[in-house]
């Protein structure tokens, strides 16, 4: 049984910085595409970052130059470190493994970037 769970989110200023973290199990994910969406309320789900088997990344233009995401492949995990937070962040936001289409989805985890 594939299960990630997300961990991570919470309350934090504008400007400041998470980490979010994705632990798989059921699943190896070092070769696959694993990626960070997003979804704001009232709002479709979206893509935020994703790392691909090679270790190449791909970021949305609205989180470039602020958010880092990164895999641990002896940890079998995917982590989304995100600074200069603004309110326009939050949301909840899923890990996922193997693409939106057929992959695996976490149950998600809050961001609220709020004064």
């Known amino acids: 049984q594939v299960q990630l769970v997300e961990s991570g989110g919470g309350l934090v200023q504008p400007g400041g910085s998470l980490r979010l973290s994705c632990a798989a199990s059921g699943i190896s994910i070092r070769f696959a595409t694993k990626g960070w969406y997003r979804q704001a309320s009232g709002k479709q789900r979206e893509p935020v970052a994703s790392?691909?088997?090679?270790?190449?990344?791909d970021y949305a233009d609205s989180v470039k130059g602020r958010f880092t995401i990164s895999r641990d492949n002896a940890e079998n995990t995917v982590s989304l470190q995100m600074n200069s937070l603004k309110p326009e962040d939050t949301a909840i936001y899923y890990c996922?493994?193997?693409?939106?289409?057929?992959?695996?989805w976490g149950q998600g985890t809050q961001v609220t970037v709020s004064s």
């Open positions: 996922n493994v193997g693409g939106p289409v057929n992959g695996y």
């Open positions: 790392i691909r088997g090679s270790g190449s990344t």
